[in-house]
């Protein structure tokens, strides 16, 4: 089992950057393809983002592509996503997520661990 703490959210304004991290603790990080998903006030859970064991593949949503970036550091056991020409529609709580699985975590339904989520504002 592994614990994911994400943490890095805040307010911002239009065109600013934030970076989220996600810190894992448990069972060896490298095990895990990670993803970040994020969630708008009614609305449902979405895929972000996703990274692979090594780090080598990675795949986006079409309306991140260009503007986030998927990382990750084994040795320190931590995801990141950097944001960057935020706009109001990124606004939502970002949930990191892990799977064990060898694919890319593209479905919410592939997650097998999810953190509890850190808040994204961008203010107009």
């Known amino acids: 089992q592994v614990r994911l703490v994400e943490s890095g959210g805040g307010l911002v304004e239009v065109g600013d950057s934030l970076r989220l991290s996600c810190a894992a603790s448990?069972?060896?990080?490298?095990?895990?393809?990670m993803g970040w998903f994020r969630q708008a006030p009614g609305q449902e859970r979405r895929f972000v983002a996703t990274?692979?064991?090594?780090?080598?593949?990675?795949a986006y949503a079409d309306s991140v592509k260009g503007r986030f970036a998927i990382s990750r550091d084994n040795a320190e056991n931590t995801a990141y996503l950097q944001m960057n020409s935020l706009k109001p529609e990124d606004t939502a709580v970002y949930y990191c997520?892990?799977?064990?699985?060898?694919?890319?975590?593209?479905?919410?339904?592939?997650?097998?661990?999810w953190g509890l989520g850190t808040q994204v504002t961008v203010s107009s």
């Open positions: 997520a892990a799977s064990e699985r060898n694919s890319l975590l593209i479905s919410s339904g592939r997650v097998d661990y």
């Open positions: 448990g069972r060896t990080f490298s095990r895990y393809t």
């Open positions: 990274i692979g064991k090594s780090g080598g593949s990675t």
